[in-house]
């Protein structure tokens, strides 16, 4: 069976510090990835999607990048975090969009 | 572009009462559509979905009708239990090319009161 894997659940971290957030899949082969955000009060925000190793798409220009080294990892980063970047992160995996979209267990990263 | 627009409440209910949580989207291709909820402290379930116009999604008593003549994927359910408390999505992808993901709306938050 399919399962997605995100880590960790929660995090906090200084302004001004690195982030790595890191999601796998299992179960399935060169599905498409996603990144969201959803931030207080708002709703979920696409921030990044790739359709297989190297390939990244930005949504919003930001103050994250994110990777995909395998074509089951999608990672994350930021090299120096802001307040804004406080949120809950979530990754989803789709291979037919019509079947829709599985989502991890979500990291809530608080900057402070 | 695409959006999807939903009542954000909270709406608090009691038990056993009727629930409605409007959804109404705007696309430029036929897209899909679908209830995702989310309960505390998680990620986000798939519900529902409807992937054309008069289709029926439906699960746990829940139920949704893709109306492309009113552009509304409405999410109703008849008789509400606490354990349905959460955050519930909106969701859509077009039928477009690309791999792009799903627009939401902004969420309802959901009180079920016992």
């Known amino acids: 069976s399919q399962t997605i894997h995100q880590w960790p659940a929660t995090l906090v971290q200084p302004v001004g510090s690195p982030l790595s957030l890191e999601c796998t899949v299992e179960?399935?082969?060169?599905?498409?990835l996603y990144w969201y955000r959803q931030a207080a009060g708002r709703g979920l925000q696409l921030l990044f999607y790739s359709v297989g190793i190297g390939q990244i798409s930005s949504e919003v220009p930001q103050n994250l990048s994110a990777s995909r080294p395998q074509d089951r990892q999608f990672i994350l980063s930021s090299k120096k975090l802001l307040l804004s970047d406080s949120g809950f992160y979530l990754c989803?995996?789709?291979?037919?969009?019509?079947?829709?979209?599985?989502f991890g267990s979500g990291t809530r990263l608080t900057v402070v | 572009g695409n959006s999807v627009t939903q009542m954000e409440g909270p709406v608090t209910l009691s038990e056993e009462a009727f629930l409605t949580i409007n959804c109404t989207y705007t696309?430029?291709?036929?897209?899909?559509l679908f209830w995702y909820v989310q309960y505390p402290g998680e990620g986000l379930q798939l519900l529902l979905k409807?992937?054309?116009?008069?289709d029926k999604g439906s699960n746990k008593g829940f139920e949704a009708t893709y109306r492309k003549e009113t552009t509304s994927f409405h999410l109703e359910k008849g008789s509400v239990q606490v354990s349905d408390s959460a955050v519930y999505f909106c969701?859509?992808?077009?039928?477009?090319?690309?791999?792009?993901?799903?627009?939401f709306g902004k969420g309802t938050h959901l009180i079920i009161q016992p």
């Open positions: 409807a992937t054309k116009a008069d």
């Open positions: 989803a995996w789709s291979v037919l969009r019509a079947k829709g979209y599985t």
């Open positions: 696309a430029t291709g036929y897209p899909s």
């Open positions: 969701a859509l992808n077009d039928s477009g090319g690309g791999a792009d993901g799903l627009t």
């Open positions: 179960g399935t082969s060169n599905p498409n």
